[in-house]
């Protein structure tokens, strides 16, 4: 079991002027053998962090460790992190076998590689004569477990999933979560698992990080996080998936909050990143200009929340 | 249904003047391209393997004419000061003169210019006035797989139009209406009827590829969301067709409708030398076999000029068309 | 199993254009090796006696100045005209190649630099930097060789960089690289195969464009040399004598065209070959009139829509295969059903915008109390463009990007309300302001793409806001948007149902989302509607297998952590092929051979939820997470 430790990671893109930093100061700890579900909007920076755990994006400041020691990344030295992707049909060579693509990940040679082939493919529910299959004759579903046997095959102690199941239909995504669930139980992994939606991600998570706009702004153990979520933004995404929809705030100020448009990252708002969202915020609430003026960090007793006002502080 | 969420990802970071960005890019573009070109003009003539002082004098000539020659033509001098006298000399109006007929190399093309700019210009109306409402009609009347004798007979016509170049086109026009009819003069510039089998020879092949493009670029946005809403508003086809549909579909058209005019300025080559047109074209391919080199020089200068100014003009067109050209030029 | 690529080519040569392409081709090719093996000598054979002469049984093209023969010439020069423009296009496919892959093999700084020189060249025409190499590298074969290679070199540059960026951002590029590959073995194992195709399409055509272009040449005279000739030579050779020997010039200019054209269409029969794979033509169905409508119900409660019998169907298929529902003034219903299941083409049927070949049926389609099928165009259109207001799902594509937002609105009045230009604008800009735009004057002068998601989709509905709205049908409004702004839009649409009385359809295949929204839940499986029920009856009294599998297979926020998922085993049915009996019974834990055999009605029950189930009972006592857990799909 390995733990994953992101200190203080930092991504940026583009110049120095038309810049976006799309990762922000990030700490976040995988523990050894658990699952850490990162929710947040589209463009608050999840992929990016992922992409930058696997080394696809540069890093602009701090460290990435996997049980203390700096990731190492090079030709020979074997991935001991992997990735699955969003998109099935684009995550696999169309013109190459599914067997030959997961090969190609192990680090096996000779016969054994087909072996482990057969074996991996045999894992993630797929049947060894499909190894000969191109991945447009597999659905969509099939396509993530091929991808998922090739993340496999690096023999990873580390496994991160981005949204592996919002491309898929709503009768597979059951299946494919469970798979993840079962292999990642079976194999003791640490497992980075990425998704927009709250639900998917209190199903599979030990532990939950709510990012918003680059920063991680509540971290902590899933039943903490969805029984007493401390930041106001993770009580919004909270309200979003459970509550019915009402016709809106009879506070003028409340309503022209939650009809605010999400921020520009290239842009982002003095001061706590939230405020002109917050619906107990400074455009809500008097006496709170802090919130405008400097930026939270996380703290509290329970778990982390990077807000001035958290719930029970 | 299957949700791509990075897939749509609203524009960020638009802000300030759009154009007034757009304008100084564009202009910084053009600048760097021009300064590019004059650069490729001045060191053609140094990439010459040998001495084009020798090439051109021809090996009789004595070691103290090629010598006088050099240094007539500054070539003694090192590289860089050529470079900088050759820009100084372009800045003040001085390209040269012709060692063909001594006169300076301004004078020639000023004389000849004006025959190669009427022949495109009038070839890239009639193809845009002929090809845009045959490729639209052309698209509104094969729309979803009707009338497919219609299409198929316009999609082999286009095809070997587009392909047949516009000398061998110009040479079979020669032979029918000429040879054969004996309708039009073939050969110089003298009246409008001398006009038309240039014009023709260099316009077919563009229009037939203009109006085949524009029938497949009018389809595929027959299909656009954007159409089906304009539907659901109940509009009448008309405002669909022209106001919907057709300012998209030219977006598209227009940057190849770029292209085939810079290819049609390349064009006048061949067709003024199938019919002795009295223009650039005739000129520097005699100057290049005649080792003319200043000449050579001044001429690919004006093609070259010609041709960025006329993808300035296409992504002027563009960002007035298509708002959105605006932020992705960069 | 066969590889992608073979299927492709063999497809391509099945198709009439393709293997007469390939046909000609073959022909051009064999001619060049063998022509100047066999026929060199009569070719050069010169005889005095004979000069330009025309056709005769000796002479099948006549003879030229020095009275060699002009068919075996031409037939001959096709050896060097070929062959040349071959090298020449070789080159500048190698130096393209190479300038191409430059960017993802030297990494971003000094990729950038070749990119840019390479977008300069770009834009100068191919004949004209074939004129400057020219000059460079001196008059004659070698000199044209190269300069036509060169001048190529840079659009086939552009297109390579273009390609391989494509790929290379691609999963799983970026998943090889995690698996520890290089970049050399990237491109060569990842990329280049998969832009080997379109990279081969345009070497084709590029090679016809090199033969052209040499002919061009030598036809100025800065090509092939005497005493060696080819087609271009030959050309400019007899071009001085057409009056008197037309045939001389005729000749290779044809044989120019031929093996021109020979190279382009089977380029292009190839690229349409894959064109075809990979972007198969989306139908969408047309309106036909239907069975004549019974005449409208009147009476108190008289429904917003009402549905009955509604069928979609395309040449081959019928998508939705029997609809039937109505909507009540003010009420919020939901559609449900997995992709394919035809939700989208009910909601179009229902808005007539469904197009040719399709055809749209019904017993009874009524809007307000109007049969839509059997009103005249012109009625149709005004009781539809003011009443009738159409939400769709990808808030990006559904705008006309050329056009501003607040024009787009306004069209709406001009055309059905006869406001002018500047009232239609007025009332755009306050139907935004109702849809709580920001800042709506200002807005309504921008265009689309400086609209967040989010924002277009509020102007969107206030689009359909500009007449006066009985019915909004939102087909999957909030799907490509982030939780928070779905909610925002929701919000939004429930707030004018409730302030004007509008009844909204709202179309999802989130089952979340809908019991969060509506009253009511319409499930649909294969075109069909398998269970109507009230949203507060979900989860626990669904009573049809789907809808209660669809709720176990979803999380939601009370989904118990330590058990596995429902899975629905096999596939959603192929509306080509919809078999006998129920459609779900593939897939059904409960099915029987009754269920195989007929398929169940939509009954209603006394409080009027419908199911179309024949165990539809026996369901309720199901726990809703199966015990068997399946993993295949
Ligand atoms: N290669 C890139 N160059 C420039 N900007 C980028 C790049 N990749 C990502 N970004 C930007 O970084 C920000 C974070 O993107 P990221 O993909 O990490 O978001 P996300 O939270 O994963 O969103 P989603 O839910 O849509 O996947 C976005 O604003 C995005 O536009
Ligand atoms: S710091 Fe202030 S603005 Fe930010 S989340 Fe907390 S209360 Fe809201
Ligand atoms: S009719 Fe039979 S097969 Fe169909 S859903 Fe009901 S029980 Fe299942
Ligand atoms: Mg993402």
């Avoid at chain 2, 090809?131 to 286009?158: C, D």
């Avoid at chain 3, 016809?208 to 040499?214: D, E, I, K, M, V």
């Amino acid at each position: 079991m390995s733990e994953l430790t992101f200190e203080g990671v930092s991504v940026r893109f583009g110049g120095r002027r038309h810049g976006l930093t799309a990762v922000d100061g990030v700490d976040l700890t995988v523990p050894g053998g658990s699952v850490v579900g990162l929710v947040g909007e589209s463009g608050s920076g999840k992929s990016t962090l992922a992409r930058a755990a696997v080394g696809l994006a540069p890093l602009h400041a701090g460290r990435i460790l996997l049980d203390g020691e700096p990731v190492r990344r090079g030709r020979r030295s074997r991935p001991a992190l992997q990735m699955v992707f969003q998109d099935p049909y684009s995550s696999l060579d169309p013109r190459m076998t599914i067997g030959d693509s997961i090969a190609e990940a192990t680090p096996r040679r000779g016969p054994a590689r087909r072996a482990e082939v057969t074996r991996l493919l045999d894992l993630v529910g797929l049947g060894a004569d499909r190894a000969r299959a191109y991945p447009g004759q597999l659905s969509g579903g099939q396509c993530q477990r091929v991808a998922l046997a090739r993340a496999l095959a690096g023999d990873p102690r580390v496994l991160i999933a981005d949204e592996i199941t919002s491309a898929l239909d709503v009768s597979i995504q059951g299946a494919v979560l469970n798979l993840v669930r079962e292999v990642q139980r079976e194999l003791r992994l640490s497992l980075l698992f990425i998704s927009h939606d709250l639900a998917v991600v209190r199903y599979v998570s030990d532990f939950i990080a709510v990012m918003y706009l680059g920063r991680i702004v509540e971290y902590g153990p899933a039943e903490a996080v969805l029984t007493d979520p401390s930041h106001p933004y993770t009580r919004e995404l909270l309200a979003a998936v459970s509550e019915p929809v009402s016709t809106g705030e009879a506070d003028p100020a409340l309503r022209a909050v939650a009809d605010v448009e999400p921020a520009d990252p290239h842009a982002p708002p003095p001061g706590c990143r939230f405020h002109p969202r917050c619906p107990v915020g400074p455009a809500v609430l008097d006496g709170r200009d802090l919130c405008r003026e400097s930026e939270p960090v996380p703290q509290g007793h329970r778990h982390l929340a990077a807000c001035h006002f958290a719930a029970g502080r | 249904m299957t949700t791509l969420l990075t897939g749509v990802r609203p524009p960020r970071g638009f802000t300030g003047n759009a154009w007034t960005r757009f304008a100084a890019r564009r202009l910084a573009r053009l600048l760097i391209s021009v300064w590019v070109l004059v650069t490729a003009a001045f060191l053609m003539i140094h990439l010459i393997p040998g001495d084009p002082v020798r090439v051109a004098l021809g090996p009789t000539a004595s070691p103290e004419l090629v010598e006088a020659r050099r240094a007539a033509l500054g070539l003694d001098q090192p590289l860089w000061l050529q470079y900088v006298h050759y820009l100084g000399g372009l800045f003040s109006g001085d390209t040269g003169t012709s060692v063909g007929t001594g006169l300076p190399v301004s004078e020639v093309i000023a004389d000849r210019l004006p025959a190669t700019l009427e022949l495109a210009g009038y070839a890239f109306l009639i193809a845009v006035v002929v090809s845009v409402p045959v490729g639209v009609g052309m698209a509104v009347l094969t729309r979803r797989g009707r009338r497919r004798k219609t299409e198929l007979a316009f999609t082999s016509t286009s095809v070997v139009l587009g392909a047949v170049p516009e000398f061998l086109l110009a040479v079979g026009l020669v032979y029918v209406f000429g040879v054969q009819l004996g309708w039009v003069p073939v050969a110089g510039r003298s009246g409008l009827g001398s006009y038309v089998l240039p014009v023709l020879a260099l316009a077919v092949g563009p229009a037939a590829v203009l109006a085949r493009l524009l029938r497949v670029e009018t389809l595929s946005v027959l299909e656009a969301d954007y159409i089906r809403t304009a539907r659901a508003k109940r509009l009448p086809d008309r405002i669909v067709y022209f106001r919907h549909a057709l300012p998209n579909a030219l977006t598209a058209t227009i940057t190849v409708g770029g292209l085939l005019l810079s290819a049609m300025v390349a064009g006048t080559v061949l067709v003024e030398n199938v019919f002795a047109w009295p223009g650039l074209g005739t000129t520097i391919v005699e100057s290049i076999i005649a080792k003319d080199y200043p000449l050579v020089q001044g001429i690919v200068l004006v093609y070259g000029t010609a041709v960025l100014l006329v993808n300035l003009a296409v992504d002027v067109a563009l960002a007035l068309l298509d708002p959105r050209s605006t932020i992705k030029e960069s | 199993m066969t590889s992608p690529a073979k299927s492709t080519w063999a497809g391509v040569l099945r198709t009439p254009v393709g293997a007469g392409a390939a046909g000609l081709l073959a022909a051009v090719l064999l001619l060049a090796v063998l022509a100047p093996l066999l026929w060199s000598d009569q070719a050069s054979a010169v005889d005095t006696g004979r000069i330009l002469e025309g056709p005769s049984g000796e002479h099948w093209m006549g003879t030229d100045g020095l009275g060699r023969d002009i068919f075996f010439r031409v037939l001959v020069a096709t050896g060097l005209s070929v062959g040349l423009a071959l090298l020449a296009t070789a080159v500048g496919v190698g130096a393209g190649l190479l300038l191409g892959t430059a960017p993802m093999l030297l990494g971003r700084r000094a990729g950038r630099l070749v990119t840019a020189v390479v977008n300069i060249a770009v834009a100068f025409p191919g004949l004209l930097l074939a004129l400057f190499f020219a000059v460079v590298f001196g008059v004659g074969a070698t000199g044209a060789v190269l300069a036509i290679g060169f001048a190529l070199a840079p659009a086939f540059a552009r297109l390579a960089q273009t390609l391989v960026a494509k790929v290379a951002g691609l999963d799983y590029v970026a998943a090889a690289r995690i698996a520890g590959l290089g970049r050399l073995r990237l491109l060569v194992r990842h990329v280049l195969p998969n832009i080997a195709e379109p990279l081969v399409v345009n070497a084709t055509i590029a090679a016809g464009a090199a033969l052209l272009t040499f002919s061009g040449l030598s036809f100025l005279g800065l090509g092939v040399q005497a005493p060696l000739y080819d087609w271009g030579r030959l050309l400019g050779d007899g071009l001085s004598s057409l009056y008197v020997h037309p045939a001389a010039a005729l000749a290779p200019g044809t044989a120019v065209v031929v093996a021109g054209l020979a190279f382009n269409l089977f380029g292009e029969a190839i690229a349409k070959g894959i064109g075809m794979r990979t972007t198969p033509v989306l139908l969408r169905p047309r309106v036909r009139s239907a069975p004549a409508a019974r005449p409208a119900v009147t009476g108190e409660q008289e429904p917003v829509l009402a549905v009955d019998d509604l069928r979609v169907a395309f040449p081959g298929s019928t998508p939705v295969r029997g609809v039937s529902f109505a909507l009540r003034r003010g009420e919020a219903v939901g559609i449900v059903g997995e992709s394919g299941s035809g939700k989208t083409l009910t909601a179009l049927a229902l808005a007539q915008l469904i197009e040719e070949p399709g055809e749209v049926s019904a017993d009874r389609l009524d809007f307000l109390g109007r049969p839509l099928l059997d009103l005249p165009a012109r009625e149709r259109r005004h009781l539809l463009g003011t009443s009738f207001a159409m939400v769709f799902q990808d808030p990006m594509t559904s705008f006309n990007p050329t056009q501003r937002i607040g024009r787009q609105l306004a069209e709406v009045s001009e055309q059905h309300d006869g406001l002018t230009r500047g009232q239609a604008l007025d009332r755009a800009v306050d139907r935004l302001q109702a849809v709580r735009v920001p800042a709506a004057a200002r807005r309504a002068k921008q265009f689309p793409h400086e609209f967040s998601g989010g924002m277009r989709q509020r102007a969107m509905i206030g689009m359909g806001m500009m007449g006066a709205p009985a019915l909004i049908v939102a087909d999957e409004p909030t799907t490509a948007l982030d939780v928070t702004v779905q909610r925002q839009v929701l919000r939004l649409l429930d707030s004018v149902r409730t302030a004007d009385d509008v009844a909204l359809l709202l179309i999802s295949h989130d089952i979340t989302v809908v019991r969060q929204f509506c009253e009511r839940v319409l499930v649909m499986y294969a075109g069909r509607i398998v269970e109507d029920l009230p949203a507060a009856d979900l989860p626990a009294r669904a009573r049809h297998p789907y809808t209660r599998a669809l709720l176990a297979a979803v999380p939601d926020m009370s989904t118990d952590r330590e058990r596995p998922l429902a899975v629905i085993p096999g596939r959603p049915v192929d509306p080509a092929d919809v078999p006998r009996g129920c459609a779900f019974a593939a897939r059904c834990p409960l099915a029987d051979e009754q269920c195989t055999s007929a398929d169940p009605p939509l009954v209603p029950d006394e409080d009027g939820r419908r199911v179309a189930c024949w165990h539809a009972d026996a369901v309720t006592g199901l726990p809703l997470v199966a015990e068997e857990v399946r993993v295949g799909e």
